[in-house]
């Protein structure tokens, strides 16, 4: 288990000068999803992977086998998804960025999302994406969104945000301890249903003890 105490003394010991804060739009290219005329469900078959926010989960990344195949229109260029992309879920209930990881096929996002391609090697993907999950990110967000139940983030806020920047490595173990809680808590999660599950046998057995 990760000790997070001993992460938190860690870093807090670190120089200031470490670290330094840019705007979002100086550290990536902020593009948006591929434009689409008709919903993905109208599309016909094809190879191209559309994801939508259906497909998406903070936590466990992209659902790949979910993710439609379609057959993109002919008349624009497409720019698809690679590696080390993030992207960023701009309207809904909340706001999240993913980073990707190996792309199975060739893919585009749907107009729901935004693609965050970082501009330098200094600052990693996964890094990127758990900052702007994060309390401090979401709070501007969630603050200059349009809409009272389904929030809209306009793309100049999204190019203001705010991103602090450490040491790669400094980026790299983080996203280590994050993704480890992240482990943690899926397991735990696992557990309290496999318990929950045990204790609706156990009622379930009670009750055709007494009916025998």
């Known amino acids: 288990m990760f000790d997070i105490r001993r992460l938190s003394i860690h870093f807090c010991g670190m120089k200031a000068h470490a670290a330094q804060k840019s705007v979002l739009v100086e550290v990536a290219e902020i593009a948006a999803g591929h434009p689409l005329r008709k919903s993905v469900d109208e599309l016909p078959a094809g190879d191209v992977g559309v994801i939508q926010m259906r497909n998406v989960d903070p936590e466990a990344g992209i659902d790949w086998a979910g993710v439609s195949k379609v057959e993109l229109p002919p008349a624009r260029r497409v720019d698809f998804l690679g590696q080390g992309d993030v992207i960023f879920s701009t309207r809904g209930a909340r706001t999240y960025a993913v980073a990707l990881g190996e792309v199975p096929l060739p893919a585009v996002c749907s107009p729901h999302f935004f693609v965050l391609r970082l501009r330098a090697r200094e600052i990693d993907p996964g890094f990127l994406a758990w900052q702007i999950n994060q ?70 057995a009670l009750h055709h003890s007494i009916e025998d």
Request: positive net charge; glycine residues 2%; aromatic residues 2%.
């Open 135 to 204: 309390t401090t990110a979401q709070e501007y967000l969630k603050r200059e969104a349009t809409g009272s139940h389904i929030l809209n983030i306009r793309r100049e806020v999204i190019e203001r945000l705010e991103i602090v920047v450490p040491s790669l490595a400094r980026q790299v173990a983080i996203v280590a301890f994050a993704e480890g809680a992240a482990r943690e808590k899926r397991q735990l999660s696992a557990l309290i249903e496999n318990r929950q599950h045990q204790m609706n046998a156990l009622a379930a």
